[in-house]
């Protein structure tokens, strides 16, 4: 081996350490609809904010200790084989200034640290308050002041603070939209509260990030953030009953099976105190996705979802029913009528 | 433990510390089981009072009986301290009266635990009933364990001194086998206290 | 017990084998323990690699079908198991085994018997966990095994995990009590602390984690096997159970764990950079108390694994703190090796650059780590691809490649022979080159919102380009390892001798033939310096340069020169059946208490049988 290769070598993946740094901010500033790095609420720009302070401190760091370990390679390469370099076994001064550097500069990013976390806990008073209880593998949404109850899709008004309750019913979850706040978990038994904020109204794609088995990685959802005077309206659509089947039609019989799991207001009051089973379908056609988030809320999917859902969410607590196709049809243009 | 039927072949070289290794590796061994019992009576403490059913501490406990039960365990501390002393003067007929005792005693709290559970359980509190059964019976359940294992360890030393291999030479045996048992007692006033007494 | 007499062989005829099958499965020595962690924890990084494979895969693009969701559970989680449990704790304890009686001047570990049980314990433990393919689906909850899922999971494959890993866990804790006497007690004359090469204190260190870390994840375990099999309620929220608990239990384990991951590299290369830049160690006691500070800062950080689970600002501003100023300590080592390198005179070696390659990556996963600490921040980083790519940094950029530094650093010390600079450049560059292509793109992954643990993933989110890059990189460390493979292959019978002391190295293992005879030492060294080896060959000049001790100095004093006859005079520990065989019967407790609970029994007895056998034989026959 030639003697300044290593050293040449070594030179090139330092490079090619710092091309990738560039790629990664390149990467990272596009909004797309799970970045973290492109905040559309002021939660998720505070963090945002705290994370590139750190990145650029760290980034200093690794330029600095990974340059001059890359230089003393070079330089104190063996040139000849009976080399005799200088026997030093230590220096305290060194010792304490590289303790203290470090600690000083760390010192300095607990206190920014420390203030966001404080700032970020909890909820304020006044916003709207949304209830999450997360479900294997689906989340249902509570509006307990507007008495609103739906599945997978969270309606909120824009720039307005608004509150979210997590709870779950079977395992540990996490609540997780990248663009409006960091994830919260879900523990049973326990109950966090969230704040969240959006900026601008649009969809934000949020995503449960705990492992909670078989369809962990199916179980998505979605929060709108509508103009004020649209959320009203959403919200007065969403407290109306549904309109019953045509009497005698061959969906009357169909949806009684559904109405063992699902509540439709309008059709049936599920017994109090009874656990749900499966989400609120009152307002199901209104809805952008079904499955928990996982597949667009169009006809053909619903009737794929029909057909056979352990296919579609392994795991799934709803059944294959066995459903004709005429029964099938039959439900997705009533479920879909459901608006 | 390492038998000596071959003393020459056995006799342990010095070491860098002047510990025996055994004696050594049975101080760390213990140190290794504090956290095994900190965990599980760290578990009881935080789940005290989150029983959502009965039957519930102040129920089931009988602090008299479990007093001279746990009286008992102590006063087999003292009976292990005169076993070592015994072999260490080299006084074979005290060390087994002394070994014994100490085993007795420890069946005697071992019994006791038994009859103890079994109550609980006919009142009611088992493992799957509620939280603090749960805690109650893996907690004191470990325990009783430990001492049973002690128990047999004590018997497998009173057989060697009755045929005669355990002499004032291996007087560390003992010693050994001291360290672990006051060990466990002194576990046991631990979760005697924040188990029973504490209300 | 009582009817044993002293002159009765008890139970089996004492093994005696020196060559051929019966010889391993008896071994006490532990050399041949140190090489069958290490070929076994090979061959399980091997398993635990086309596991890693089989996800790459199917994460190459979106929405793939290649694994189902249901073996995609499994594999993650068997290879987050096998990487931890089966392979960088055991590479480590290869490593302890072969080289700290011989780096302390002794002869062989504190309790030989002890050692060939945790061996067994191991592999037995091992190949139970891997059994649960086989019958009826292997753990499905993660490596972490969070409750209260946990306790839910159908199948049997949960209790495959809580029990495996009870029993690789107490394989641990008896050879940490084993390691732990060994170093404090087993020490070379004039060998004192502050003298011990920085491997065997890292080592010291790691066996004081174990011990205390190992019985927490035991009440963990207990706790879940307790609830999946006998009905108690610890994790069941309806009853008042709070899935918290485990967290805390687990993370309490699991935070010190992390550090007896990586503490063996961080000595393994703490002796290679000195040899391979002719300078003694920057800041010996730096190096060392930092370590030891490691170990016990380790203790006060886990809650940084549970930031998003609400335990309150106080508490995670508290864990924020002590989890950045853990860096400080990290920080020291890494300014010490690269004072070590300052003003040296480096050759690049195999072992060498793998030593290099570990300080480089070990800084990017370091710095990761730092940015873990931001509590708000983290956030959006927990339990996503970037939290994936900050532990594969450490773990395998940093555990990893210090462990590789060592393998090519003592291979001729264990087998006598060099491995090929040649392959071993070629294995060092694919490694690096495959392993940044695989786990860099996972930084920007995660801080786009990709998250673990998902079988799948949706199209035009931004994932697919480095989602494949990071599959093409994966195939190039798998190329890596098979040149690593062909190179071992090639170098045990054909590879150049190595000598004593191929290196010009400092410790005393290398004051050994290669390989060592049987007994390490012929005469116990008697220590005068740190780095005893090199102060036997070199002296310093007035100018604190070194110059020779004699004439071609290499391999210093007279003790066990090649070719002295054998020495008879040298009591050595006995081969014995008995450790395997009370290691055989605990996993039978295993498939007792999943399966027919009388089998549990028998699994009992088989382990009193072993032990009553191993208590009534000798260390040693005359």
């Not at chain 1, 030639?2 to 390149?26: D, F, M, Q, V």
């Not at chain 1, 990467?27 to 002021?42: E, F, I, V, W």
């Not at chain 3, 900050?390 to 003592?410: E, Q």
């Not at chain 3, 000049?541 to 008879?568: L, M």
């Amino acid at each position: 081996m030639t003697r300044s290769s290593p050293a040449k070598r070594a030179r090139l993946i330092w490079l090619a350490l710092s091309a990738g740094a560039l790629l990664l901010l390149a990467a990272c500033t596009q909004d797309y609809d799970y970045n973290s790095l492109a905040p559309a609420g002021p939660v998720a720009e505070k963090q945002a904010d705290l994370f590139f302070l750190v990145f650029w401190i760290a980034t200093g760091v690794f330029v600095v200790v990974e340059g001059l370990l890359v230089f003393a390679l070079f330089r104190f390469r063996r040139r000849s084989s009976n080399e005799t370099p200088k026997q030093i076994h230590g220096n305290t001064r060194l010792e304490i200034l590289w303790t203290i550097v470090p600690a000083l500069l760390l010192a300095g990013v607990a206190v920014p640290t420390i203030g966001t976390i404080f700032d970020l806990s909890g909820c304020p008073e006044g916003g709207v308050e949304v209830e999450v209880v997360g479900h294997q593998w689906w989340w249902e949404v509570n509006y307990p002041e507007l008495q609103i109850t739906t599945a997978n899709e969270i309606h909120v008004p824009a720039r307005e603070p608004v509150c979210i309750t997590l709870k779950s019913e079977d395992v540990n979850h996490s609540w997780w939209v990248p663009r409006l706040a960091g994830k919260q978990d879900l523990v049973p038994g326990r109950t966090i509260e969230l704040q969240i904020e959006a900026n601008q109204p649009g969809v934000y794609q949020g995503e449960c990030a705990e492992y909670c088995g078989l369809s962990h990685g199916i179980m998505l959802f979605q929060v709108i953030a509508d103009e004020r005077a649209d959320f009203d309206a959403w919200a007065e659509e969403q407290g109306r009953p549904a309109a019953p089947p045509a009497p005698g039609s061959e969906v009357e019989t169909t949806i009684q099976q559904c109405l063992q799991c699902h509540a439709i207001a309008g059709l049936s009051e599920p017994p109090p105190g009874a656990p749900i089973e499966g989400p609120d379908l009152t307002h199901v056609g209104s809805r952008r996705t079904i499955v928990g988030g996982w597949l667009e809320n169009t006809p053909q999917e619903l009737a794929r979802w029909l057909r056979n859902p352990p296919g579609v969410k392994p795991g799934s607590k709803m059944p294959n029913y066995r459903l004709t196709d005429e029964q099938i049809e039959d439900l997705v243009e009533y479920l879909g009528s459901l608006e | 433990m390492a038998a000596s039927a071959h003393p020459q072949a056995v006799q342990p070289p010095p070491t860098a510390t002047g510990l025996d290794n055994r004696k050594l590796g049975m101080w760390a061994f213990l140190g290794s089981e504090c956290l095994f019992f900190g965990a599980l009576i760290s578990t009881y403490l935080l789940y005290r009072g989150r029983s959502v059913q009965g039957p519930f501490p102040n129920e089931v406990y009988d602090i008299p009986y479990t007093s001279v039960s746990s009286g008992v365990l102590l006063m087999s501390s003292v009976t292990m301290v005169l076993a070592l002393n015994a072999i260490q003067r080299g006084d074979d007929r005290r060390l087994r009266a002394w070994l014994l005792a100490t085993a007795l005693l420890g069946i005697t709290f071992v019994g006791g635990q038994v009859f103890e559970f079994t109550v609980f359980v006919r009142e009611g509190l088992t493992l799957s009933r509620n939280l603090f059964g749960s805690s109650f019976f893996v907690l004191t359940g470990f325990h009783g364990a430990h001492v049973t294992v002690g128990i047999l360890m004590l018997l497998t030393l009173f057989g060697q001194s009755l045929v005669g291999r355990l002499t004032v030479e291996n007087a560390l045996r003992v010693e050994l086998v001291g360290l672990y048992w006051h060990f466990v007692d002194i576990v046991w006033i631990v979760i005697f206290t924040v188990v029973y007494l504490i209300p | 017990m009582a009817i044993a007499v002293p002159t009765r062989r008890p139970f089996f005829r004492r093994p005696s084998a020196t060559h051929g099958l019966a010889s391993w499965l008896t071994t006490v020595d532990h050399k041949r323990i140190g090489i069958l962690y290490g070929v076994t924890a090979f061959l399980f990084l091997l398993i635990g690699g086309i596991e890693a494979l089989l996800i790459r895969i199917q994460l190459a693009v979106p929405e793939n079908t290649f694994l189902t969701f249901d073996e995609y559970n499994q594999i993650f989680t068997m290879h987050g198991v096998t990487m931890i449990f089966l392979v960088v704790m055991p590479l480590g304890a290869a490593f302890f085994n072969y080289l700290i009686p011989l780096q302390i001047g002794a002869r062989d570990v504190a309790f030989p018997r002890l050692n060939a049980f945790s061996y067994w314990t191991f592999l037995l433990g091992g190949l139970f966990l891997y059994s649960s393919f086989f019958l009826g689906g292997s753990p499905d909850g993660g490596w972490f095994g969070y409750a209260n899922l946990s306790t839910e999971l159908p199948g049997p494959g949960m209790d495959f995990y809580a029990i495996g890993l009870q029993i690789v866990g107490l394989s641990s804790l008896v050879a940490a009590v084993n390691f732990i006497v060994t170093i404090l007690n087993e020490r070379a004359p004039g060998l004192s602390l502050m003298r011990m090469p920085v491997f065997t204190w890292m080592t010291l260190v790691v066996q004081f984690l174990l011990l205390f870390a190992l019985p927490v994840l035991a009440i963990a375990l207990f706790q879940l096997t307790f609830d999946r099999l006998f009905g108690t309620l610890f994790f069941q929220p309806q009853a008042g159970g709070d899935p918290i608990l485990w967290q805390h239990l687990f993370w309490l384990f699991g935070h010190p764990e992390v550090y007896v991951l990586i503490l063996p590299a961080m000595g393994i290369v703490s002796e290679v950079l000195p040899v391979f830049s002719r300078k003694p160690l920057f800041g010996y006691a730096a190096v060392v108390f930092s370590g030891i500070a490691i170990g016990f800062m380790g203790w006060g950080v886990w809650a940084h694994h549970m930031f998003t689970v609400g335990l309150g600002p106080v508490a995670n501003a508290a864990f924020a703190l002590s989890t950045m100023f853990i860096a400080v300590p990290t920080g020291v080592k890494i300014f010490n090796w690269m004072g070590t390198v300052w003003g040296g005179s480096i050759r690049f070696t195999t072992p060498m650059l793998f030593a290099i390659g570990f300080v480089a990556m070990f800084i990017i996963g370091g710095l990761s780590g730092v940015t873990h600490a931001i509590v708000p921040s983290d956030m959006q980083q927990q339990d996503t691809y970037y939290v994936v790519a900050h532990f594969h940094y450490v773990l395998f950029g940093g555990a990893l490649f210090g462990l590789f530094s060592g393998a090519y650093y003592w291979f001729p010390k264990v087998t006598g022979r060099m491995l090929s600079e040649g392959w071993g450049k070629l294995h060092f560059w694919l490694m690096l080159i495959g392993f940044n292509l695989t786990f860099g793109p996972f930084h920007i992954l995660g801080l786009q919102g990709m998250r673990r643990r998902v079988p799948t993933y949706p199209e035009g989110v931004g994932w697919d380009f480095w989602n494949f890059v990071s599959t093409v990189g994966s195939f190039i460390i798998a190329a890596s390892i098979l040149a690593f493979m062909i190179n071992v292959i090639r170098s045990v019978t054909r590879g150049r001798e190595a000598g004593a002391d191929p290196w010009d190295a400092r410790t005393l293992e290398w004051l050994t033939p290669s390989p060592p005879p049987h007994y390490n030492f012929a005469e116990v060294p008697v220590v005068r310096h740190r780095d005893e080896v090199w102060h036997r060959k070199y002296a310093e000049d007035e100018r604190g340069r070194p110059v020779p001790v004699v004439a071609g100095a290499s391999n210093g004093h007279d003790d066990s020169e090649e070719g002295e006859e054998e020495h008879h005079d040298i009591h050595m520990p006995d081969p014995s059946f008995f450790p395997l065989l009370a290691s055989l019967g605990i996993p039978v407790i295993g498939y007792g208490l999943i399966f027919w609970w009388p089998l549990a029994i028998v699994g009992g007895l088989i382990v009193l049988g072993g032990l009553f056998g191993w208590s009534l034989e000798p260390v040693a026959e005359e």
